[in-house]
Structures are given as C-alpha cells and as structure tokens.
C-alpha cells in the first residue's frame, strides 16, 4: 500500500467522531433514547455500540496483532452489549467525547507504523487471516454502516415532525 493511500485511510478514520459530533451532539435524551422504526438500536445505543467497538473489537484486534505473534482473534458478541453495558442509562454526549478520544489515540498510534507492521496479521475462528490493514478497513467498513443507519434514524425522526 503506498503511502498516500495509507494516510487517506486513516484520515477517514478521524471522520466518525466528527459525523458523531456535528449530528448528534447535544440532542435531548428522548430524541437520543427514542426507538426507530427500522433499527435495533436508538441513536444513543449506536453512539456506544461505536465506542466500544472501537475499544473492545477493532482497536483491541489491531492491538493484538501489533503486540502478539499472530494472535487467535476470538469472536465477540456484540449483540450483548446494549444491555450488558446500560446503553440506554448512558450520555449520548459522554460516548461522543469519549469516541474522539479513543479514535484520536488509535489514529496517532496507526499513524507511527511502519509498513511491515501494517502487513502483520492475525488468526481468525475459521483459521484465516486478517492483517492490521484488514482490520482498518473492517472499522471504516463499520463506521460507514452506522453513519447510514444513524442518517436514517434522523431522517425518519424528521418526516414525523
């Protein structure tokens, strides 16, 4: 991967927290909190959901691989989480603030590898591998599903005003 394509990546990467900001930042909690027709989630549950996929999936993986020699990558269940963690009993706003912060320090420690560590890889339950990059792109891929879903939860919150 060149060096440009490498940097449009993770500039990309620093624009969820920015999307997270600019459309929902300050949001009343019944809006945040409210059920949308056709998602699992209310716009607050994808705020977290977000975070800790940032935390606790992608940039723990990317870690993982960074650190460890070919790591087994565990699945996680995902799908547990809003209730686990009390999605619904949290500030939109704090998982805005806090999703700056982990993106900001993902994107500085991204920002300092060298090719060859971008290469590395890890196992996957099926036995195949996934590289750093691979798991980059699985975030943005991510990012870009819930920046969709969250539009659409706005929009249709919009036609029923």
Known sequence: MTQPSYTLLIDQLAEMPQFCRKALFGLPSDIMRRKA???NLHLQ???????????????????????EHRPHLEPVDVGAWPAARGYDERSGD???TALE?????????????VPEAIERVGIRLDNSEISVLGVIQQLLDHDQEHRRRIAAILASFAKGL
Do not use: K, P, V
Not at 45 to 67: Q, V
Not at 101 to 113: D, F, K, P, V
């Open 101 to 113: 912060t982990e993106r900001a320090q993902l994107i500085e420690m991204l920002q300092s590898l």
């Open 94 to 96: 704090d998982a805005i």
């Open 37 to 39: 027709e056709n998602d």
């Open 45 to 67: 549950g994808h705020l977290w959901h977000t975070l800790d996929c940032d935390t606790d999936l992608y940039g723990l993986r990317i870690r993982r691989i960074l650190a």
